[in-house]
């Protein structure tokens, strides 16, 4: 995980729940607290993080 590039939306701001998204090699994304990078990350296929993306614009 310490080879990913992390990437945050730029419409977080200075807003304090903010995550960070990374695309993993093998396919689909982990998500991760900006605020505690340190701790584990989710990791999601390409479906679920679809179902998630969807569930959020709703």
């Not at 695309?23 to 990791?43: Q, V």
Request: glycine fraction near 10%; hydrophobic fraction near 35%; include cysteine.
């Amino acid at each position: 995980m310490a080879q990913l590039i992390w990437r945050k939306s730029s419409h977080s701001g200075s807003g304090d729940q903010c995550v960070e998204i990374a695309a993993l090699p093998e396919g689909g994304c982990a998500i991760r607290d900006s605020k505690n990078p340190g701790l584990s990350s989710l990791s999601v296929s390409p479906a679920r993080l679809t179902d998630l993306m969807r569930g959020l614009s709703e």
